[in-house]
């Protein structure tokens, strides 16, 4: 009995805790989305007290946003698009890499339904998470690929048996301006675009 009052004296005081900090990484993850060109949105941690004590205490955490300005908060994962989910997860990676352990992270359709500066500022992000971790991010956009300090093409080609085939080549210094152009759709000096 002595026990179980100790551990939800200390259940409580934990909640407490990440109540106060579920405030303030909602502020910092509202400013990051809002960074990458999601203007007006909304992110909030809901913290509520669970009725049993578990495992990991008695909280019981929302993620919740509003990616639209007066639509309210819903559920993140019932009303974000794959492009949204991956910028929230950028803007939780860019304040938490270097807080934590995780050193690999790939970023798959980032770029989706966008271009120009929101891809500038995803690209500039990308890079300063980076910093404390390893980044490998699959994107058709120059803007983001320009941030990396290692590109890897990957091409499709029809064979003359009629099946296709993909290539992976690493791109050296030399050739990324070349390959950044080419993704612009800028003509290379043979004329062609890859």
């Known amino acids: 009995l002595k026990l179980e009052a100790r551990a939800k004296s200390e259940a409580k005081s934990l909640h ?42 008695s909280t019981v955490l929302s ?8 639509e309210g908060l819903y559920l993140v994962k019932d009303i974000a698009s794959g492009g949204e989910l991956s910028r929230i997860l950028l803007a939780i990676r860019q304040i938490l890499s270097s807080q934590d352990s995780i050193s690999i992270f790939l970023f798959d359709e980032i770029d989706a339904g966008i271009g120009g500066t929101t891809a500038l500022s995803i690209g500039k992000s990308l890079k300063d998470v980076s910093t404390n971790s390893q980044v490998i991010a699959i994107t ?6 320009h941030f990396a300090d290692q590109l890897v093409l990957v091409t499709k080609e029809i064979q003359k048996e009629g099946r296709t085939q993909s290539r992976i080549e690493h791109v050296g210094a030399k050739g990324k301006d070349a390959v950044l152009k080419s993704m612009a759709g800028v003509p290379t ?4 675009s890859i």
């Open 63 to 70: 993620f919740t946003a509003e990616t639209n300005p007066g």
């Open 140 to 145: 058709h956009l120059p803007q983001i690929a």
């Open 189 to 192: 000096s043979s004329g062609s």
């Open 16 to 57: 407490t805790a990440r109540s106060k900090k579920a405030s303030e990484l909602s502020k910092r993850l509202t400013q990051a989305v809002r960074a990458l060109k999601m203007d007006g949105a909304t992110i909030d941690i809901h913290v509520t007290a669970a009725e049993e004590l578990g495992p990991s205490g």
